[in-house]
C-alpha cells in the first residue's frame, strides 16, 4: 500500500518496486503508518529520498530527450549523442572525459563487451567507447525505454534491463563492469551492499568511479571517505579525471 501510494506520482512511477521499497524500509519503526497524518510524512519523506537519489540527476529539458533520439544520425552521432548526455547531471559532468577515459580503459582492458550497472543515459557515450556490446542495468523504466530503443534502432548488441540490481539473482558476464559514482547510492540504501554486488558480478575487470566533487562541481569531497572502499577492493590502478576518481579491478574469476 505505502509503495502504490509513493509511486502514485508521474516522477516516481518508472521506478523498480524492489529499489522504491528498499527506500521505505529504511524508515522501518520511524512512522506508524496506520496514522494518516504519520504516514504522510512517511511518504513525503521517502519521495524526499528518491529524488535525493535519482531524479536530482535530471536537469531541464529532460522530456525532450525523445525528440532529439528522432534526429540521432547514427549510432555514433556524437553532436546528438552530446545533446542527450547533457539532460542528465552524472553524464553531463563526464560528458568531456569520455574521449580520454574510454582510451584509457581500452589500453588496460581490451573490452568488447561491458556491463554498466546504474547506467542511466550512460549508453549514449557508446560514439565515444566504441561498438561493443553493451547491456546496462537500471531502476528507472522510462530511462531503460529509451536506451533501448536507440540501441534497437542503430541495431546494437546487447540491451538495458530494468531492475534493482541489489535484488537480482545474476548478472551477465562480460568482458568489464562499469559502476560509475552508484556504490555510494548503494551503500546509503543497505550497508555492505558493495560486497554483495561484487559476488554477483562476473566480469574479469570492473571500474568503479566515485565523485571528487559535490553534485553540480560544486565543493571537493574528501578522498578520505573512500578508504572502506580501497580496503575492500584492491585496485590494479587509480586515476583521477574530470569530477572523478576511478579504480581498475582486475580479478579471478
Same mark, same amino acid.
Given at each position: ?88 547531471m552524472s553524464t553531463l559532468e563526464r560528458m568531456h572525459s569520455y574521449q580520454k577515459l574510454y582510451a584509457r580503459l581500452q589500453q588496460e582492458i ?72 552508484? *556504490?555510494?547510492? =548503494? @551503500? !546509503? +540504501? ?7 554486488? &561484487? ?6 575487470? $570492473? ?18 571517505? *573512500?578508504?572502506? =572502499? @580501497? !580496503? +575492500? ?7 583521477? &579525471? ?6 581498475? $579491478?582486475?580479478?579471478?574469476?
Amino acid at each position: 500500500m505505502i509503495l502504490e501510494e509513493v509511486k502514485d506520482k508521474k516522477e516516481y512511477r518508472g521506478l523498480s518496486d524492489a529499489f522504491v521499497s528498499r527506500v521505505v524500509h529504511l524508515y522501518d519503526g520511524k512512522y506508524n503508518i496506520y496514522v494518516e497524518k504519520e504516514k504522510k510524512k512517511l511518504i513525503k519523506e521517502v519521495r524526499a529520498k528518491l529524488r535525493e537519489l535519482y531524479g536530482a540527476f535530471r536537469l531541464p529539458g529532460y522530456q525532450k530527450k525523445e525528440k532529439i533520439l528522432v534526429q540521432m544520425k547514427s549510432w555514433d552521432d556524437k553532436e546528438t549523442a552530446e545533446r542527450i548526455l547533457s539532460l542528465h547531471m552524472s553524464t553531463l559532468e563526464r560528458m568531456h572525459s569520455y574521449q580520454k577515459l574510454y582510451a584509457r580503459l581500452q589500453q588496460e582492458i581490451p573490452f568488447k563487451t561491458v556491463l554498466d550497472i546504474g547506467c542511466g543515459l550512460n549508453v549514449f557515450s557508446l560514439p565515444w567507447m566504441g561498438r561493443v556490446d553493451y547491456y546496462g542495468i537500471d531502476v528507472n523504466k522510462d530511462e531503460v525505454d529509451f536506451c533501448n530503443v536507440y540501441l534497437k534502432k542503430f541495431e546494437l548488441t546487447g540491451g538495458v534491463r530494468w531492475g534493482d540490481v541489489l535484488s537480482l539473482d545474476t548478472v551477465v558476464k562480460t568482458d568489464v563492469c562499469f559502476l560509475f559514482k552508484v *556504490l555510494e547510492g =548503494f @551503500e !546509503a +540504501l543497505e550497508r555492505g551492499s558493495t560486497e554483495k554486488l &561484487l559476488k554477483k558480478i562476473t566480469s574479469p575487470y $570492473i571500474v568503479a568511479s566515485f565523485a571528487t566533487r559535490s553534485l553540480g562541481g560544486g565543493k571537493a569531497i574528501s578522498a578520505r571517505r *573512500l578508504k572502506w =572502499f @580501497e !580496503a +575492500l577492493v584492491p585496485a590494479a590502478e587509480k586515476f583521477s &579525471l574530470g569530477g572523478e576518481v576511478y579504480y581498475i $579491478i582486475k580479478r579471478n574469476v
